[in-house]
Each structure stands twice: as structure tokens, then as C-alpha cells.
């Protein structure tokens, strides 16, 4: 029988084990995860009576979810690169229309139906926005450090933040922002584009605190420019641009209803609100600590099964692991996202094209933060933010998209010897 | 395509370094919570999901003095509802079912709407066996219904009681802050012996343990209940009552209003108290219906109110013994001294006397004949303040000190009083109706059966009390503790006068009609005059006269002459009580005691 991975594709290369044209080890990793997906959503969700049909709605996203990794992979590496523009601006015509017709579910509008099927456009913006940046970033006549292409790159990121933000999810804007950090880093952006791109965003998030805290990092800006060195007439104009930004956010959260500003606040102080998150992120250290070594084994962890932690199959998924497998089984799942993002980074590192070389890094700057925020949240470092861990957390779209981002890179890696 | 790489290996460097080091950071935070703090979380993850339960205890129950069962605790059925379950459509039908008023349903939710979904919420107790089997039946449609077996009150004896006893209710905010030992949904002691007594017959509290979800679900029991600890039943009550003549005195008070008193007079133990018209306990054992609590308010003989110990009148001439045993304490008068009567007495008007012209008339005739100008005259002798402070040493015009909470005092006027109500020039003329229990003074009925009492042992006995005393879970005895009673008067003043009650029956007197054969009976009657209507008809009483073992007072209100009205509903119970079982009787030949007198 034919090897299906020995195929040539042209007249120059031929390949002859696995290994050259799919990443084993990462793939294997990733399979891992999945598999510990089962283990954890079955074990949350068995003693609940609304929920106990996850296991199986999860069971087909994986199926359907490595059927369309599959695909991806087999693409012709070109179509990616074409794609990105009309994907980006799908998503963000979905992401319109999320705020139009979206269904409100726990406090957010994130979810379009179409009759039994349901899906978070903000999943697909995360795709669409990493082709359509690295796109932009790896054309010839990009000038990182030039304000207009920083404008431009702030543009292609800021639109879907902004429409995340209305839904009102910041854990996924978040995620954005790890986005384009990580992308124009990666891209070569000077210490100063970096600072042009990055205060917009310190004062945008400083003014959700309040003045004060708005007027503080006014004064760090201040600072840059002037450490910078830079005219007066520039600096003057970069001043002017993150004191609207701030006020943008002031204009913003007046028009969302007080329910989401509310939500906003307990983001911001979740002690403000102990029955709420507050109480989830004691419940959740409690779950993980009395996991101990090894855990109190599977369908045995009291805090899982007596459902102390709420969302436990999907942002405090953590936390089943954590107790029910104890320490090896939390140093476990670390390991494999590690070896994740090292090879992810390894893809990177290793692609001719500095479209794809982006694409890598963008995906990996999306599977890290997920991972950061959902992770440091359970074990908390971090404040509570609804964020699903890759792989892990229950839940269709994210499933989708993560196999998706998975397939391109598989994808790139197949035809990174390839040159046209 | 482009085919500018990406070089910048310094980069690259700078990313894996933030990977390795986060990485680092979360694994040190992994190891300080599942290793370092293990014992500290998994510790509190236990306390999370083990919740401790109440067991309520039975209370104690109530005996009558020869042990017979008056009160006990039967079972029960109280519906349920688990308001994560349940279907409000259903409340209509259930409402129906329970006997509840229409929307009940949803004010019992709406009250208990700050609770876990998942607490089954009592929505009505005492339910019929019927209401059950038909929840049962329709269980399949009514999900989230369900019930349980409770202990209610139940009153065994066919005795009412229902101004001793007393009964429960659900306990307030502000009790359940006063006491710990109270939690929400709890029964306390509303009135009578069940409020008194409430320490002592509420018993001790246990606990079981039951894992419990985040949502307050029960799942199981933790360690098999073996770390349950149980409650402890709360004391008996062995009560000073006699269950039999508590039922005629209930009996023959029955469409009447008035009150009963009987007392041991060497215990001061309390043998049948009784104020009509009474209630029903058995409607007050759980939850009362609306429709019952209307009926009660809207009586106008008002049956909640004890008049057996706050229903105030004045005594009549059942006063008049007081009086003369006061007087021959004082001295003031001797068993010889007689007093002029004229058919009444004249003091700035005519006060008239009953039953025509007396003549000259010593102590124990004019209790015998009951003659007012006897006790007119003698008020003078005894005076005012005098008669307040030796009421006072005979529980009369103060509280008794009854082990319940529902008692009034009444009035023994004094100087001060009249100074305060008329002036400092206070018309004298008003004491010349106190010597004949009139005017100003109001007396409830337990203070003149207590005085009774006291008489009949010659001026000594115990506070008035129902409780005689306590038995253990072995069905030890140990007796109440009360305070000892001694008015200090001479023991000859109170032979007089008790020779002079024993003539009221057996003499010529006013109540010959309470002669029992066998049996040596000394009583008095009175009639309290009332502006708003017929007159309250009063006895005292207490036999046998040579020692006695009860003493009685009998109130019929608005019905007219003492001896006609009251008199014989002492009789019955008189006959009850010493002639039950056939018991001999050693009493003296009647006659052989009046030819002494």
C-alpha cells in the first residue's frame, strides 16, 4: 500500500517519513489534550441534569472539529494567504450581527443561532484578524515603525476589539491585544513603535479605572515622549490621540446598559462582587489545592461532582484537572501546552515566508494567552476572566477555531520546503 | 511572494523566555496550593460539602396528676415543596388539596425566594391522611411535591386545657436573635405551660451530617451517619391538674362565660383550671387556619382570654371571709363581738343590707347570713391601708406568681389610690362598699380561689403552680420547687371563719344546696354587681372541712345570684374529687359540728 505521506508534489522534493511533513510530536500533544477533554468534561458535567448532554455534543465538535483540521491541512498553502481578506471581512460582518441579532447568554451577546447550531463570531474574528494582520504586516512596502502603517495595524486589530467589547467580552479582547503585541514584535516594530502601539492601550485600560488612574498613565506616556526624543508636533499629536482613546472609554461605558457596567466593575474588583467571582475564585484555589500530589482521582474530587465551581467544564475546566489529578496531573497539562507552543514557535522560526512565519506566531500568541489568562485565573494569579483553555474547555466554536489555527499551521508546516 | 525571512533569532529568544518563565511561575503556584497549602484546602473542601442538620427533639409531654397522658406528640403530615422542581402551574390544585387560601403558594415562595432552590420549603403542616395519599398518587405530575411525617400537639384526654397548656408557633426573627438554640421554621411556646415551660420541654437539639452540593442538595450522608449526633427528648411534665375534674369544670362551663379555679390547698398545686369559653388546642397544633383565628377574634366572649387569671371583678361578698379573718387577726373584733344590723347601714347615705333585719350579729353569723351591715361597719374597724397590706400577704390585689405567663394583678384600693383618682379630700363613704367586695376592688379568680386556699390550711401553703413536677426519661420524679406562702395570721382567726363558711352550707346560709352526704363542705357565695348587665355569680369553696384537699372558685358571669349559678359547678367537682372510687371519707357528722357552733 501507498504511504499516504509519501506523495511528491514536485519535481525537487520528496519526503519520506512522517516527521516531514507533520509535526508528530506537537499533533500527539495536542491529541493528549483532547483526550484529557473527555476525561474532565465527563467528570464535571455527569452529575448535572442540564449540562450532561455536553459530553456528547463535545464528543461530535471533536470529531467534526479533526475532520475539519484534516481538510485544512490538505489545502493548497496559497488559499490561506487569499483568504484572509474576505474572512476578515466576514467576521467582522458576523461580529455585527452578533450585536444585532446575538442571543444574550450569561450577560453577554456572543452567540448567533441558526436553529439548533450556534456559534461565537468572536472565535472566527481570532482567525481571520491573525491572517488579515500578518497579511498586511508581511507586505514589501509595510514600514513597521511608520505612524501610518502602526494606524493601519492598530485599525485591522482595534475593529473586532472594538465590537467584542460592545458584546461585552473582555476576556476575548484580551486575547486580541496578545494578538497584536506579539505580531508586530515579531514583525521587527522598533521600541518606539512599540510604545506608540502599546500606550493607546495602557490609557484605554487605565481609564476604566477611573480618573486618576487615566491621569497616571497620561504621565507615563508623557514620559515615553519625552524619553523618545521625538518633535514636538508628533509627540503632540500621540498625546492627543491617547487622551481620546481614554475618553472614547468613558464614552463607551456610558452607553452600555448598567448590567454591563456592572459586569465591568466586578471584572475590575472581583472582590466587589464575593457571591459572584469572588466566590469562584476561592472555590476554584480551594479545588486545586485539595487536589494534592496525585489528586483524589477520577469522578472522586467533591468540589467537581458537588459543583462548587460554576462553568467547570468551560472556564474553570482547570480546576477539575487540578483536583480530581492533583499536582502530576496540572504539571502534565503544563508540559503539553509547552511543548505546544515550542513547536508552534519552532514553525515560526523555521517558515521562508514571513506571512506564514506571522501566522505561526499569531496563532501561538492566541493559544498562550487563553492559556495565561484561563490557567492564572483557576490558580489565582490572575482575576476572573471567562476565557476557555485550548483544547480543554467545553464548548463547540473554540474547539473549531483551535483546530482550525492547528490545521493551518500543520498546513504551513507541510509545504515549508516548498518554494514557488 | 515574498520571500524576506524573518532572522531575528534575538526575538525569538525574548518569546520563549516569557513562555519558559510564566510557565515557572505557575508551576511554583501549582506547588505552594497542591503541596505546601494541601492541608489547609482540603480541609476546607470538606467543610465546604458536610453541612450539619438539626434534629429537632420531641418536646416533653404533659401528665395530670395521676399520670394520665393530657398532652402528647402524634404524627403529622406537612407537604413539601423543592422550588427547583416545581411547576407553579400546580399551585392552584395544591392549594385546593392542602386547604390553603388561593395564592398562599406564591407568598410562601416568594418569602423563602433568598434560600437554596434546592431546600424543600414547608408550605403547610398538619395536613389529612387523604391530602397525602392524593399527593402520592399524583406524584408523576406534581414534581417537586413531596411530604414528611412532623410531631403535632394532641390532646388524648378529652381535656381541653386550652388556657393552661398553651401552645406553639413558629418562631420569630427576633426570638430566633434572642436564643441561638432557634433556627427558622422552629416551634416555641407561644402561651400558657408551653411557653413557661419552653426550657425544659424543648429538649436538646441533635445534628446529622449529610453531604451537600454547591446548591445545598443533599447527596448522602457523611460517614453513614456515623458522627450524627441525636436529640434529646425533651422533660415531662407531671401538672398538679386532675384530668377528671378539669373535664366537669370544662363541662359545666360549657355556653357559659366565666372561670374555674381549684387548688390543693396544702400544695398550692393548681387541680382544674378552667375559663370559658376556651378553644380548641388541637387547631392551634400546627398551622392555624385563617377562618379558626377569625372566629376567635371575632367572639365577643373573646375565648383566648384567660379569665381564670386575668379577668378582673370585684368579689362580692366571697370577700367578706377575708375581711373577717383580717379583723379577727387584728383584733379589732373577737368570735363574740357583735355588730348592730338594722336592715343596712348609714354612712352619708343608706347602705342597704340583704335579707331583712340581722340584729345584733357576731363574725361567723354574718358570714353565715352574709349581712352587709356587719361588714360595713367592720371595713371602718379594719381600715383602709390595713386591708391593702393584708390582702397583699394573701396574693390578693398582687400577682399570684402563677407558672404562667398570663396574669394579672387586680386592685386592693389603699389611701394613695383615692388620693390619686378623687383628691386628697376622698369621699370615706366609698370604703363602705369594700367591706362587702364591691366598689373599686377587682380580683381575678385564681386570686380568690388561692385565698380559698390559703383559709382552708389555716393561712399557710405553696405559690400557686400547674406544674407539681418533672419526670426524667426513666420516668423519675422530681418535684417543682415553689415558694412558700404564709400570711402570718392567727390560726384562730381562720377557724372562725371557716366555722362561719361552714354554716353558709351546711346552716342556714346561702349555699345549702352544696351538701354532699358524707362529706363536710364550708363555702360562701357572692355577687358581683356588673353596670353592664346581669350580675357575675361567684363561689368559694373547699371540702372537707376537716382537712381539707381542695378549694374552689367558681365565676359564672352574667348569669345572677352566686349560690344559685356558681355553687353547683363546685358541687360536681367536689363530689368528683372526694367521692371518686367510692374513697371513704372520714368527715364528721355534720350536726354533731353545728351543735358545736
Known amino acids: 500500500m501507498r504511504n499516504p505521506f509519501l506523495r511528491r508534489t514536485d519535481s525537487r522534493q520528496v519526503y519520506y517519513t512522517v516527521n516531514d511533513r507533520f509535526d508528530l510530536s506537537m499533533f500527539i500533544a495536542v491529541l493528549t489534550l483532547l ?45 490561506i494567504k487569499k483568504s484572509s481578506v474576505p474572512l476578515y471581512i466576514f467576521s467582522i460582518i458576523l461580529l455585527i450581527a452578533v450585536l444585532v441579532a446575538g442571543r444574550k447568554v450569561g450577560g453577554a451577546k456572543a452567540w448567533l443561532y441558526f436553529g439548533s447550531f450556534s456559534f461565537q463570531p468572536a472565535e472566527l474574528a481570532k482567525v481571520a484578524t491573525i491572517l488579515f494582520l500578518a497579511n498586511f504586516l508581511s507586505r514589501n512596502q509595510t514600514q513597521i515603525d511608520s505612524i501610518k502603517d502602526i494606524f493601519y495595524t492598530l485599525s485591522i486589530s482595534g475593529v473586532p476589539v472594538l465590537l467584542i467589547l460592545m458584546e461585552p467580552d473582555l476576556g476575548s479582547s484580551l486575547v486580541f491585544a496578545g494578538m497584536l503585541v506579539t505580531m508586530v514584535f515579531w514583525k521587527g516594530i522598533s521600541l518606539f513603535g512599540l510604545f506608540l502601539v502599546l500606550s493607546p492601550a495602557l490609557v484605554m485600560g487605565a481609564a476604566l479605572f477611573g480618573g486618576l488612574y487615566f491621569f497616571l498613565a497620561l504621565m507615563i506616556v508623557l514620559a515615553g515622549l519625552i524619553f523618545f526624543k521625538r518633535d514636538l508636533f508628533f509627540s503632540g499629536s500621540i498625546l492627543a490621540v491617547n487622551i481620546a482613546a ?49 489528586g483524589k482521582g477520577f469522578l472522586s474530587g467533591n468540589q467537581t461532582q458537588l459543583q462548587f465551581i460554576p462553568e467547570q467544564w468551560t472556564d474553570f475546566i482547570f480546576c477539575v484537572i487540578g483536583e480530581e ?96 | 511572494m515574498n520571500s524576506e525571512r524573518v532572522t531575528n533569532i534575538n526575538r525569538s529568544g525574548i518569546l520563549i523566555t516569557i513562555i519558559v518563565f510564566v510557565a515557572l511561575v505557575y508551576t ?3 506547588f505552594q496550593l497542591q503541596i505546601v497549602e494541601h492541608t489547609r484546602f482540603d480541609k ?46 400546580n399551585n392552584r390544585i395544591l392549594e385546593k388539596i392542602a386547604g390553603l387560601d388561593p395564592g398562599a403558594i406564591r407568598t410562601i415562595l416568594k418569602k423563602n425566594k433568598d434560600y437554596s432552590k434546592f431546600t424543600p420549603i414547608k408550605i403547610k403542616r398538619g395536613v389529612t391522611f387523604t391530602s397525602v395519599a392524593w399527593v402520592e398518587e399524583n406524584s408523576e405530575l406534581l414534581h417537586g411535591v413531596d411530604y414528611i411525617i412532623e410531631l403535632q400537639r394532641g390532646y388524648p384526654a378529652g381535656v381541653h386545657g386550652s388556657h393552661i397548656f398553651g401552645y406553639s408557633k413558629e418562631v420569630s426573627k427576633n426570638q430566633i436573635n434572642a436564643d441561638q438554640y432557634y433556627t427558622a421554621g422552629d416551634l416555641i411556646g407561644y402561651n400558657g405551660i408551653e411557653r413557661k415551660y419552653e426550657s425544659v420541654i424543648r429538649g436538646i437539639k441533635g445534628k446529622t451530617f449529610i453531604i451537600v452540593d454547591s446548591k445545598g442538595r443533599e447527596i448522602s450522608k457523611f460517614k453513614e451517619g456515623y458522627q450524627d449526633i441525636p436529640s434529646i427528648k425533651g422533660i ?49 397544633s400546627y398551622v392555624t387556619s385563617r377562618d379558626y383565628l377569625r372566629q376567635l377574634a371575632t367572639n365577643p366572649d373573646k375565648p383566648q382570654f384567660n379569665r381564670a387569671t386575668m379577668s378582673l371583678h ?82 390578693v390585689g398582687v400577682k399570684t406568681g402563677i407558672d404562667i405567663f398570663e396574669e394579672t394583678g387586680g386592685l386592693i384600693p389603699n389611701t394613695k389610690y383615692y388620693e390619686k383618682t378623687f383628691g386628697k379630700n376622698w369621699p370615706q363613704g366609698v370604703l363602705v362598699s369594700l367591706g362587702i367586695g364591691q366598689g373599686e376592688i377587682s380580683l381575678t379568680p385564681l386570686q380568690l380561689a388561692f385565698y380559698t386556699a390559703l383559709i382552708a390550711n389555716d393561712g399557710k401553703s405553696f405559690s400557686p403552680h400547674i406544674v407539681k413536677g418533672y419526670l426524667d426519661e426513666n420516668k423519675n420524679f422530681a418535684p417543682n420547687v415553689v415558694n412558700e406562702v404564709n400570711t402570718g395570721l392567727k390560726k384562730s382567726a381562720f377557724e372562725i371563719v371557716k366555722k362561719g363558711m361552714f354554716l353558709v352550707v351546711n ?27 346581669k350580675d357575675h355569680a361567684w363561689f368559694i369553696g373547699f371540702a372537707p372541712f376537716e382537712d381539707p384537699q381542695i378549694a374552689i372558685c367558681v365565676l359564672v358571669e352574667n348569669s345572677g345570684f352566686g349560690g344559685t349559678h356558681a355553687a353547683p359547678i363546685a358541687k360536681k367537682m367536689f363530689e368528683s374529687y372526694l367521692l371518686r372510687d367510692k374513697k371513704e371519707i372520714k368527715g364528721q357528722d355534720a350536726k354533731s359540728l353545728l351543735a358545736k357552733n
Open chain 2, 44 to 89: 476546607e473542601s470538606t467543610e465546604n460539602s458536610v453541612k450539619a442538620i438539626d434534629l429537632t427533639p420531641l418536646r416533653g409531654v404533659f401528665y395530670d396528676r395521676n399520670r394520665e397522658l393530657l398532652v402528647e406528640n402524634t404524627p403529622a403530615y406537612t407537604i413539601r415543596i423543592t422550588p427547583a422542581y416545581y411547576d407553579t402551574s
Open chain 2, 314 to 395: 370585684p368579689p362580692g361578698s366571697t370577700f367578706k371571709v377575708l375581711c373577717a379573718a383580717i379583723a379577727l387577726d387584728m383584733g379589732v373584733i373577737d368570735e363574740n363581738t357583735t355588730l348592730y344590723c338594722a336592715g343596712g347601714f348609714t354612712f352619708g347615705r343608706f347602705f342597704k343590707c340583704h335579707g331583712g333585719v340581722h340584729g345584733s350579729i357576731n363574725v361567723t353569723r354574718a358570714i353565715e347570713k352574709s349581712c352587709n351591715s356587719f361588714f360595713y361597719q367592720l371595713i371602718f374597724k379594719i381600715g383602709l391601708d390595713n386591708l391593702h397590706e393584708y390582702a397583699k400577704r394573701f396574693k
Open chain 2, 236 to 284: 415531662d411534665l407531671v401538672l398538679g391538674i386532675d384530668a377528671e375534674i378539669q373535664r366537669i369544670a370544662e363541662e359545666n362551663l360549657k355556653g357559659k362565660a366565666g372561670a374555674v379555679v381549684a387548688i390543693e390547698p396544702k400544695t398550692g398545686q393548681i387541680l382544674a383550671m378552667v375559663s370559658a369559653p376556651d378553644y380548641d388546642l388541637n387547631e392551634f
Open chain 1, 35 to 79: 483526550a484529557l477533554v473527555f476525561l474532565a468534561i465527563y467528570s464535571s458535567t455527569q452529575n448535572t441534569v442540564i449540562e450532561k448532554g455536553n459530553f456528547l455534543k463535545q464528543s461530535i465538535a471533536v470529531v467534526f472539529s479533526l475532520v475539519v483540521f484534516t481538510v485544512i491541512y490538505n489545502l493548497p498553502t496559497q488559499l
Open chain 1, 325 to 420: 489529578f492533583g499536582f502530576a496531573g496540572s504539571i502534565t497539562i503544563m508540559v503539553l501546552y509547552l511543548i505546544l507552543f515550542i513547536r508552534i514557535l519552532r514553525i515560526a522560526n523555521m517558515s521562508k515566508y514571513q506571512f506564514h512565519s506571522l501566522v505561526a506566531v499569531g496563532v501561538l500568541s492566541v493559544f498562550f494567552t487563553h492559556f495565561v489568562i484561563n490557567v492564572g485565573m483557576a490558580i489565582g494569579i490572575i482575576p476572573v476572566i471567562g476565557i476557555p483553555l485550548p483544547f480543554i474547555s467545553y464548548g463547540g466554536s473554540s474547539l473549531l477555531i483551535n483546530m482550525t489555527m492547528l490545521g493551518i499551521l500543520f498546513n504551513i508546516y507541510r509545504t515549508r520546503k516548498n518554494y514557488s
Open chain 2, 28 to 30: 511554583v503556584r501549582l
Open chain 1, 246 to 294: 481614554g475618553f472614547f472609554v468613558d464614552f463607551v461605558y456610558d452607553v452600555l446598559s448598567p448590567h454591563q457596567q456592572k459586569r465591568i466593575a466586578s471584572f475590575l474588583d472581583p472582590s466587589s462582587d464575593p457571591l459572584g467571582s469572588g466566590y469562584n475564585s476561592i472555590q476554584a484555589k480551594i479545588a486545586i489545592g485539595s487536589g494534592g500530589m496525585f
Open chain 2, 507 to 533: 346552716g342556714a346560709g346561702t349555699a345549702t344546696h352544696v351538701r354532699i352526704p358524707g362529706i363536710n363542705v364550708a363555702g360562701k357565695t357572692g355577687t358581683a354587681q356588673n353596670p353592664h348587665g
